[in-house]
């Protein structure tokens, strides 16, 4: 529980992660607690293999802890079983990937319309709400075109478009801007803050990237499993 | 919950050539399957006579085929009067009493001599064996050198109407074409019975009797009573049953050659579907980990690569039937328990068609297995990783 009395968005208690490669053991993380207050955005940094990936796979609900208590708003994920855990990360969770993971074969407007098949929407709902998430981030009039034919920055936005597009209550991402040029990593994370400031949502963002770093609101250190100041 | 299906078409649209190998892997097993099935739908349908239920066939007791039968007149003339007969207003006996010759002729393809059978019947044969049509020319004349001919020996042997045949050395002029659906009758000449029975040497009798019952269902009684009967020494069937006879095991050796083909070819065709889905499943590792991320259960992943592996199958289904479907009226020949040629052509049918269809898509299902449920277990954070 934090200080003022509410529950936090996000509440990672004494984790641990070991991941068994055939008879050696890696502990990855080795009881990390983190708490992320409803709407904050925080960044999560630290050298490579430190464990952020693991630790925002963890919240996000795409992995489980070998120990420890990971409760993500108001839900103990690892309680949860496979297909409610599917259910509950369409609901409740939005994913931003460093290299966009975007449908190829799918338009801008299909990929962000994706989650939405998870919904009991019309086909008529889904479209109009895709079409809202697409004009939050700038890009209403590449609708119909493909991944390819647009910009990192581009496929980036329409991304996060389909990552806020179910109105989830916590986004991760996961080096965000790792691919993409300073200018179109600016335009991301003004995005991004936008998102938090505006729209509420709570953000937990790893990146190698100092500046993108401080436009978050809290930064955290990861250090061989566990967190440092 | 599910994943769109055109998710799926554009997937095989867009990485066509990844799925090439698989695609023709499976039109050729339909392209097989279909084949051999339209032979053997066209070869039965050939040696099949177009077989009334409610006609019996008559032959001489122990005979199998026509040719080698005679039945004489004298006891023809004590079956007919048998009650169980149908007969028309005036009282006659619906019976086509036939007799049979083989005779020799030079194939129009390759100059080969070919037997072809050389039927004598009454004015009544077409009614009462039924489905014979005359489709050029006119039907013969009692009494006159006349013939017709089936359209099947009009094809091979290029008797027109207007040309002359030779039997036992004497010209007989054609002077009609008739169709027998299909039937092996097409491959025959017929001609008068009474006229050809003298040059044809077959004045004691008949090689076989068909007669239309009033009552089908007396068959049973109608062929106990005669085949006891010693003093006229004959066999009685069904007249589909006796050509069914001659033509089932070669039919169905021929389905069952469709059918072993087919597995064997089919177990290939899997294993191509299995590899190409491998491929296709390797190559969106990350789209998984991305859609089961996004909430897709692993049921909806394992669903949409099997509607893919069926997609792209048929895909290949259509290919191979359309690459099979110029087989259809391909002729084919064989010999008839009669010694002489029967020609048939090949039947490629809508049935056949969609059995290919569905044969195709069993492959891919079946080949899409098990790359779908790899895809459907692969762990989410391994499959993100993926790049
Ligand atoms: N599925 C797995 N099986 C085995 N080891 C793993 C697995 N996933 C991660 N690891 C190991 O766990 C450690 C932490 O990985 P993680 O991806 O969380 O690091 P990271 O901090 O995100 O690094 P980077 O900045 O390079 O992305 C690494 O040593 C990695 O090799
Ligand atoms: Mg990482």
Redesign the pocket.
């Known amino acids: 529980m934090s200080g003022n009395g509410k529950a936090p968005m996000v509440a990672v208690e004494g984790v641990k ?1 070991v ?3 055939d008879a050696e053991e ?1 502990k ?2 080795d009881g990390l607690s983190l708490e992320v207050p409803e709407g904050d955005f925080v960044a ?1 940094m ?12 963890l919240i996000a609900g795409i ?1 489980r802890p070998t120990a420890g208590k990971v409760i993500v708003a108001g839900t103990d994920v690892a309680q949860l079983g496979e297909s409610e855990l599917a259910r509950w990360r369409s609901r409740n969770v939005g994913f931003i990937f460093q290299f966009y993971n975007l449908i190829p074969v799918l338009t801008a407007e299909e990929n962000v319309a994706l989650p939405l098949l998870l919904t009991n929407l019309s086909k008529k709902e889904r479209r109009e709400r895709a079409l809202t998430a697409l004009k939050v981030v700038g890009l209403a009039e590449r609708s119909q075109h493909y991944p390819r034919q647009l910009s990192g920055g581009q496929e980036q936005r329409v991304a996060i478009a389909r990552a806020i597009v179910a109105d989830p209550k916590v986004l991760v991402a ?2 965000p801007t790792g691919d993409l040029d300073s200018k179109s990593a600016e335009e991301i994370l003004a995005l991004m803050e936008t998102l938090n400031r505006d729209f509420g949502k709570t953000i937990v963002m ?1 990146t ?1 990237d100092p500046r993108a770093a401080q436009r978050a609101h809290t930064q955290h250190h ?1 250090e061989k ?1 566990v967190l440092s100041l | 919950m599910a994943l769109p299906i055109t998710y799926n078409v554009r997937n095989v649209r867009v990485r066509w050539q990844l799925t090439l190998l698989a695609v023709v892997g499976i039109a050729l097993v339909v392209t097989t399957i279909v084949f051999l099935t339209a032979m053997a739908s066209g070869f039965s349908l050939a040696l099949r006579a177009t077989g009334r239920d409610d006609n019996a066939m008559i032959v001489q007791k122990g005979a199998n085929a026509e040719l080698t039968s005679g039945i004489g007149r004298n006891a023809a003339q004590v079956l007919l009067v048998d009650p169980r007969i149908a007969r028309d207003d005036q009282g006659w006996p619906l019976s086509s009493p036939e007799i049979l010759v083989v005779a020799s002729y030079p194939r129009k393809a390759d100059g080969a001599d070919v037997n072809v059978s050389v039927r004598g019947v009454t004015p009544r044969a077409f009614e009462v064996r039924g489905g014979l049509r005359i489709v050029a020319g006119r039907q013969v004349q009692p009494g006159l050198p006349e013939v017709i001919v089936g359209e099947r020996v009009r094809e091979r042997y290029g008797f027109e109407v207007g040309s002359k045949v030779s039997i036992q050395n004497k010209p007989w002029e054609v002077v009609g074409v008739f169709a027998a659906e299909g039937s092996g009758f097409e491959s025959e000449i017929w001609g008068d019975l009474e006229t050809m029975a003298e040059p044809l040497r077959r004045t004691g009798g008949y090689q076989a009797i068909v007669v239309r019952l009033a009552d089908p269902s007396t068959f049973e009684a109608f062929k106990t009573a005669w085949e006891g009967d010693p003093q006229v020494q004959v066999s009685v069937s069904r007249e589909r049953a006796f050509y069914e006879a001659q033509a089932g095991p070669i039919a169905g050796a021929l389905l069952g050659l469709a059918g072993f083909v087919g597995i064997v070819m089919g177990v290939g065709a899997v294993f191509g579907a299995m590899n190409t889905m491998y491929g296709i499943v390797a190559s969106r590792t990350r789209e998984i980990g991305t859609l089961r991320a996004l909430g897709f259960s692993r049921r909806a992943i394992l669903a949409s690569f099997l509607t893919e592996a069926a997609i792209l199958a048929a895909f290949g289904g259509a290919l191979g039937c359309l690459l099979a479907l110029p087989a259809n009226g391909i002729s084919g020949a064989t010999n008839s328990a009669n010694f002489s040629e029967i020609a048939f052509a090949f039947r490629v049918t809508p049935p056949t068609l969609f059995a290919g269809m569905v044969f195709a898509v069993m492959m891919g299902i079946v080949g899409g297995l098990l790359p779908a449920l790899r895809a459907a277990r692969l ?1 989410i ?2 499959a993100l ?1 993926e790049v």
């Open positions: 992660k991941y068994r490669r890696v990855v993380l999560l630290g050298p490579s293999g430190s464990g952020k990936t693991t630790l925002l796979n992995d996961d080096e790893v190698h990861l499993g | 762990p954070t391994t990783r």
